[in-house]
T-cell receptor, first 113, second 116 residues
Framework: AQSVTQLGSHVSVSEGALVLLRCNYS??????LFWYVQYPNQGLQLLLK??????LVKGINGFEAEFKKSETSFHLTKPSAHMSDAAEYFC???????????FGKGTRLHILP | DSGVTQTPKHLITATGQRVTLRCSPR?????VYWYQQSLDQGLQFLIQ???????AKGNILERFSAQQFPDLHSELNLSSLELGDSALYFC???????????????FGPGTRLTVL
């Protein structure tokens, strides 16, 4: 069965510092992996996705993530945090043979001035 | 704007009542998915319809049901509402049924349901 574990329900970084949000997945077959962002009182927006092409995936707003099969990880990074990055971030997985997306519990990112 | 619309935006009702949430997919999308976001359970998949037929079921309660109409819009019906049903309900749509190729799901803005 697929599952996603996000380490840290809250992460705080200073403006301009590196953002690192951790995600580990479990899947019996090659997965599709996603990061979604949810700004306060808004819906879900796809940041980036891995669908078995390049292992380093670049997304919107300067975010990127690297698929590491040996570590079953898909951590999200951004070199320099901006105040506008404050939001909740969800790592998610789905499988080739299935359509439903399984979400992690989410990590709320706080940006300190 | 994802192109997926959901109505109403907010819904406040009482325990024991029944409500209907509506979703219009992006033009041309045949698959509709429903997700529930609650404080207790997080974001979880409820059910998927493809071109009018139920395709996959997740953690959907028996008190909940859904359907997809010939014009491809979908409705999620929630009955005998309990306090714990208070949540944000998202609809998403994609072009095809998946199960072999990646089909991106586009999410609507959600309907916030409050059960008092």
């Amino acid at each position: 069965a697929q599952s996603v574990t996000q380490l840290g329900s809250h992460v705080s970084v200073s403006e301009g510092a590196l953002v690192l949000l951790r995600c580990n997945y479990s899947s019996s077959v090659p997965p599709y992996l996603f990061w979604y962002v949810q700004y306060p009182n808004q819906g879900l927006q796809l940041l980036l996705k891995y669908t078995s092409a390049a292992t380093l995936v670049k997304g919107i707003n300067g975010f990127e993530a690297e698929f590491k099969k040996s570590e079953t990880s898909f951590h999200l990074t951004k070199p320099s945090a901006h105040m506008s990055d404050a939001a909740e971030y969800f790592c998610a997985v789905s499988e080739l043979r299935d359509d439903k997306i399984i979400f992690g519990k989410g990590t709320r990112l706080h940006i300190l001035p | 704007d994802s192109g997926v619309t959901q109505t109403p935006k907010h819904l406040i009702t009482a325990t024991g009542q029944r409500v209907t949430l509506r979703c219009s997919p992006r033009s041309g999308d045949l698959s509709v998915y429903w997700y529930q976001q609650s404080l207790d359970q997080g974001l979880q998949f409820l059910i998927q319809y493809y071109n009018g037929e139920e395709r996959a079921k997740g953690n959907i309660l028996e008190r909940f049901s859904a359907q997809q109409f010939p014009d491809l819009h979908s409705e999620l019906n929630l009955s005998s509402l309990e306090l714990g049903d208070s949540a944000l309900y998202f609809c998403a749509s994609s072009v095809e049924r998946g199960g072999g190729n990646y089909n991106e799901q586009f999410f609507g803005p959600g309907t916030r349901l409050t059960v008092l």
